[in-house]
């Protein structure tokens, strides 16, 4: 029996987990790699969810109509990019509690336009699958968390390839270090950045597509993510990309004992916890570079 | 004439003007050195040639094969992009990327990336320290090493002129003398077209085809070895401010 509770715990947990690591993996590129503070992360993703569940409903699949809403985010975001260097980064040194307060900003204008489209009600999307679970044993996987699940480590690798062997990917790494040493190189620093966070806001749409599918969203479910998403960042190590899928299931299965073990209302604040810890005892992350 | 030139540049830091009037030029296959001690304007001359620092007045163009490009006000990377690739003065390397990694992130750039497997042969052949390293991460390897993976980043540009501030900086004597051998080698083997800084002037004038003295932001003095040995005792007289005439 507790076996069986145990095993079950630690098999949500890690699906929560891979959820968790998707929708943090658009900020291990803006905030981990690029140094953005860019707290309207989750935001971007439940627009990603909202804009799923409005093709969803004409009878698109919600994971695969967001493959092609990820062009869209990712153009979304580059315009959206150079707004804000122009406004803020071009003014001499990039002020971090400048950047906090716009993106503050931007993620209430956002809700309220998701809000005045879609009302404060709660939406979800309709498939098949969702209902019906996977059983292994003793443990019951239903397929609204496993589905969704599998996007994360599909998404992770996918760029983690892409930073490891393209000759963007070498550059959006050395980005964040010393712009002037790509200038030297020949290439562009305001257009990796660019590219960059078009690729962070594109990752939104995809993860916004597997987080309704999870569940229902209404136009404020991002606030709840925001601590967590940067929780995983900085857990995983700053810029690390293998690490946030790590992380992002430490924190889900930390939170799925707790609940199951402990009392279900202390789980919020486990996401809190080992980010402060992490702060206080291993800054670098479990895999970040030493700075 | 294939050549880079500048004319009549005038630059410097908000107020503050620290070049004056400067003209030289650095013709196809020479190995010119711009010499002078600390605080007299090289370094702002190179980075003014590179975009770093917007001229005030003047102009800086790469008249080459029949074309003449403006390069005044361009951004940094267009001008490495019209063929001029810089080994900046403390290096700018990426410490977290490996040897290979840095080399790519050059030769990816758009005048590098039709040659880049030959590119990157070429620097390895040339450098074959850097390719028992190629994977080790730029930051951990040793000052001469940087300097020489530096060099090997600016050939990835596939440059036409290739601009080098200040080599010997923050290395031991004796690897100066290896970074310059390095230098002077390239230049014979690949008949590189070369503008150097350097305040090490005895080992620069050594190598150099040609050389120009600063002070106070002017060109005080112009050396030429077709004219003859280069007189050290002359330019130790020109460097500390006895301004010959």
Redesign the interface.
């Known amino acids: 029996m507790i076996l069986e509770l145990l095993a079950n715990a630690i098999s949500t947990g890690v699906l929560l987990g891979c959820i968790y690591a998707a929708l943090a993996l658009g900020l291990a590129v803006s905030f981990g790699l690029l140094h953005i503070p860019n707290i309207a992360h989750p935001v971007f993703v439940v627009t990603g969810a909202f804009a799923a569940t409005v093709f969803n409903a004409m009878g698109f699949d919600p994971l695969l109509v967001s493959l092609p809403l990820a062009l869209v985010f990712y153009g979304a975001g580059i315009a959206f990019f150079e707004f804000y260097s122009r406004i803020y980064e071009k003014r001499g040194e990039s002020d971090t509690m400048q950047a906090l307060t716009l993106f503050f900003g931007v993620s209430l204008v956002i809700e309220t336009v998701l809000v005045m489209q879609f009302g404060a009600d709660q939406r979800s999307t309709d498939v098949d699958y969702v209902g019906q679970s996977l059983t292994l044993g003793p443990v019951v996987m239903p397929y609204r968390l496993l589905i969704p699940a599998l996007v994360a480590p599909v998404m992770v690798t996918a760029l983690w390839l892409y930073l490891k062997y393209t000759?963007?990917g070498?550059?959006i790494?050395?980005v964040a270090?010393?712009e002037?040493?790509?200038?030297?190189?020949?290439?562009?620093?305001g257009w990796i950045k660019r590219h960059a966070f078009g690729i962070a806001a594109a990752t939104a749409a995809i993860s916004g597509a597997a987080l309704v599918i999870v569940g229902p969203i209404d136009p404020f479910a991002g606030r709840m993510q925001i601590g967590r998403a940067f929780a995983v960042v900085i857990l995983a190590g700053m810029g690390s990309i293998p690490g946030t899928l790590a992380a992002g299931i430490l924190i889900g299965v930390t939170e799925a004992l707790v609940g199951a073990f402990g009392s279900p209302s202390w789980a919020p604040a486990v996401a809190f916890t080992m980010l402060l810890a992490t702060l206080a005892f291993k800054p670098s992350g479990l895999f970040g570079?030493a700075r | 004439m294939n050549r880079l030139v500048i004319e009549g540049l005038h630059a410097g830091y908000g107020a503050v003007t620290v070049l004056r009037d400067v003209s030289i030029e650095v013709r196809e296959g020479e190995f010119v050195a711009l010499l002078g001690t600390n605080g007299n304007g090289k370094s702002t001359l190179l980075n003014t040639v590179l975009g770093l620092v917007k001229p005030t007045a003047g102009r800086v163009a790469l008249e080459w094969d029949g074309r003449s490009v403006d390069l005044t006000g361009l951004a940094p990377h267009a001008i490495v992009r019209e063929g001029i690739a810089i080994v900046p003065e403390g290096r700018r390397l990426v410490p977290t990327l490996s040897v290979t990694e840095n080399l790519l992130l050059a030769g990816s750039s758009p005048r590098g990336r039709p040659a880049i497997d030959d590119n990157l042969a070429y620097c390895f052949d040339t450098f074959p320290m850097l390719k028992e390293r190629r994977a080790q991460l730029a930051g951990t390897m040793s000052g001469g090493q940087q300097q020489l993976l530096a060099i090997a980043r600016a050939l990835m540009c596939a440059p036409t002129v290739l601009v080098i501030d200040e080599p010997s900086v923050g290395l031991a004597p004796i690897v100066v003398g290896q970074v310059f051998e390095a230098i002077a080698h390239l230049q014979e083997t690949a008949r590189l077209t070369i503008l150097m800084a350097e305040q090490s002037f005895f080992q620069a004038v050594d190598v150099a085809s040609r050389a120009y003295v600063m002070s106070h932001g002017r060109i005080i003095r112009t050396l030429d070895r077709a004219d003859g040995a280069i007189d050290h005792a002359e330019i130790r007289r020109a460097m500390m401010g006895v301004a010959a005439a």
Not at chain 1, 180 to 189: K, Y
């Open positions: 000759y963007a070498i550059a790494r050395a270090h010393d002037r040493a790509l200038s030297v190189s020949g290439i562009d620093p570079a």
